[in-house]
């Protein structure tokens, strides 16, 4: 077999995206510098030299994985797949000796589930090295050296190398979860939609005071301290692929680190509230694990008797109340939503203030109209993200609403 070969100057790229993120993330990937970023269903193609990908894996906030196509072919039935997958010379990525794995989407005449198809990509793989050298790589499904993406849609097959590995949501710190965390990259792509990276450069404070694990706190930091959300990971999808390009990714990860220290020197107040004691230890303990206790002061209090303290910069307070479905029962949450307007109106006013909720009737009790509403999904569960200037323009119905809490 030959030896390992440098990928081309100029890779095309695929970001996927949680559905209703995807503007985020090509926004996200021209600010990387990026090129070619078009946004596409499930996500944002973009084009580069292989730092590209490498950047995107390492500051992409919003997005799920970072895809990097290696070909794409008509595959109308299974043999077609498995000649199209045998037919790649997959000798340039993985060695004799090295781990693989296949996440398959999609259907074709013969292959009904993905686990099937999955398995015959990965026959073609392992028969090909088997025919050329009489030995075969091996499958770790765990950490394996290369995970390879296959997508099969209207008879074309698209097959990807997963530079990811890992799903991006997964950054590292998560040591203990409450019952309904929000996923660290839509936490992330909320606060960017709120606007909070220009709010935090002017010193803007940011508060959650329902804030469960500190996902939406934690987020807001990494964003305030120019800090990548990838420095903690310790697996990609390229640590074992033979193309990895070692010097490049180093160099990245050296000047992500840098940037964190510079920014991380003058950080906005950043504030979490929660009732419950298992919520704020579990915030306390995520914290701690991504190095941001210096950054973020935690309290056990319930929002009934929260007061925030005096001269506070006005910022962002976003926040995501308990769901009806998965948490709490559905009747209690409208004196907690009517709470939380009356907690916005007399501790946050001239904020600017968002609510994740995966009931926008709720968000009326709130007593606040709001100046934006758009739709994303938490995992199978379709929220809304309500957005609000906390003045009293915008507010609904008699102004003593405001002062009864
Ligand atoms: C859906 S969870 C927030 C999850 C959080 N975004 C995360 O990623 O972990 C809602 C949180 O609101 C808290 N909560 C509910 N009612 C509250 C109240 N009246 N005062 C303070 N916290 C409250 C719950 O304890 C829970 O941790």
């Known amino acids: 077999m030959k030896a390992p070969s440098r990928p081309p100057a100029t890779l095309r790229f695929f ?3 949680p559905k209703g993120l995807e503007p985020i993330a090509v926004e996200e990937l021209r600010t990387l510098g990026a090129a070619n970023v078009r946004e596409q269903r499930g996500g944002a193609a973009f084009e580069g030299p292989l730092a590209a990908g490498y950047r995107a894996c390492l500051w992409l906030r919003s997005a799920n994985r970072v895809l990097m196509p290696l070909s794409r072919f008509e ?3 299974d043999a077609s797949l498995y000649a199209g997958i045998k037919r790649m010379p997959w000798e340039k990525d993985l060695s004799t000796d090295g781990t693989l794995a296949v996440d398959f989407t999609g259907t074709a005449a013969g292959i009904t589930h993905t686990q099937y198809g999955a398995q015959r990509v990965k026959d073609a793989v392992v028969d090909r090295f088997r025919e050329r050298v009489g030995r075969r790589p091996s499958v770790d499904r765990e950490r394996p050296d290369i995970l390879i993406n296959c997508h099969l849609h209207r008879n074309v097959a ?12 997964m950054r590292g710190y998560r040591t203990r979860g409450v019952a309904a965390p929000l996923k660290e990259n839509l936490a992330a792509a909320l606060l960017l939609k709120c606007n909070w990276p220009e709010i935090a450069r002017q010193g803007g404070t940011f508060v959650d005071p329902l804030c469960g694990s500190g996902t939406l706190l934690i987020e807001a930091a990494l964003i305030a301290g120019d800090t990548a959300p990838g420095l903690w990971r310790d697996h ?8 990895h390009d070692a010097a490049q990714w180093e160099a990245l990860f050296k000047e992500a680190h840098q940037r964190k220290n510079t920014a991380q020197a003058s950080m906005p107040v950043i504030l979490g509230f929660d009732h419950d004691p298992q919520a704020v230890e579990a915030a306390r303990n995520n914290i701690q694990a991504i190095g941001l206790g210096n950054h973020i002061q935690l309290q056990k209090v319930a929002l009934q008797s929260n007061r925030l303290p005096p001269r506070l910069r006005p910022g962002l ?12 029962e559905a009747d209690k949450l409208g004196p907690l939503y009517m709470t939380l307007g009356n907690w916005f109106k007399n501790q946050c006013l001239g904020w600017q203030a968002g609510v994740i909720t995966s009931d926008p009737q709720l968000g009326k009790q709130l007593g606040i109209r709001a100046r934006k509403l758009n739709s994303f999904y938490n995992g199978a569960l379709e929220c809304k993200l309500l957005q609000f200037s906390v003045e009293p323009q915008w ?6 609403a405001a002062q009864s809490q």
């Open 395 to 400: 507010f609904m119905g008699n102004r003593t």
């Open 75 to 77: 595959a109308p039935d």
């Open 236 to 243: 990609w999808g390229f640590s074992g692929w033979l193309r």
């Open 15 to 17: 970001a996927t995206a």
């Open 317 to 328: 307070a976003l926040t995501n109340p308990p769901y009806g479905e998965r948490l709490g």
């Open 158 to 169: 698209t097959v990807s190398l997963d530079l990811s590995g890992d799903s991006l949501h």
